[in-house]
């Protein structure tokens, strides 16, 4: 072998070998990291639900709801939407929301609402817009 043959080896394997230990490509943060991870989720629904409960146009919905299984339904619900690892464990929204009467208004809303939940947690609009994006869809699930 060669001199430069055995140069060629030497240089193929260690550029193979720091490839091999180069740590993977940090992967793109997703709507879940955005929005502060479980614990930021958690926050802005906590948050969240006075606002609901203080706004005259919506509140008579969640007059007889239990708020602390609505946070956590809700909570596991924008994990799941945003791409954490979470499972929602709740109703469709077509059962849980059937015969309510719920009006394209009180949807924007209560949209409305989570908007400013976010605002108040400094949670950036382009972040929110991402997970009110997320919900939109749902709309004519829950106004019929
Ligand atoms: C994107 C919009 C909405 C989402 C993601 C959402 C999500 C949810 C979830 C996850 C639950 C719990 C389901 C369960 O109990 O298994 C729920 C229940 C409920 N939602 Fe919504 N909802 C939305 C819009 C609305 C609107 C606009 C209203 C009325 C203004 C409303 C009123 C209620 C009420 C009153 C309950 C409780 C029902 C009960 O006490 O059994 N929701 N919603």
């Known amino acids: ?3 430069f043959e ?7 394997s260690l550029t193979l070998g720091f490839g091999l230990c180069l ?6 943060p997703t709507l879940f990291d955005d929005l502060g991870g479980k614990p930021g989720i958690e926050k802005i629904v906590a948050d ?8 005259p146009r919506i509140n008579t919905f969640f007059a007889k709801t239990d708020m602390k299984q609505l946070g956590v339904l809700l909570s ?3 994990c ?4 954490g690892p979470c499972t929602y464990s709740g109703r469709d929204m077509v059962a849980s929301h059937d015969g ?19 605002e108040n947690n400094k949670v950036p609009s382009s972040v929110a817009n991402r997970l009110v994006a997320k919900l939109a869809p749902m709309k004519h699930a829950i106004v019929r």
């Open 23 to 28: 740590p993977a490509q940090a992967a793109e």
């Open 48 to 55: 969240f639900l006075p606002i609901l409960q203080a706004d």
């Open 100 to 118: 309510m009467g719920v009006k394209s208004a009180h949807f924007n809303a209560l949209a409305e609402d989570l908007q400013i939940a976010m």
């Open 80 to 83: 799941q939407l945003a791409g």
């Open 76 to 78: 596991e619900q924008f």
């Open 1 to 3: 072998m060669t001199i």
């Open 6 to 12: 055995r140069a060629t080896i030497v240089l193929a």
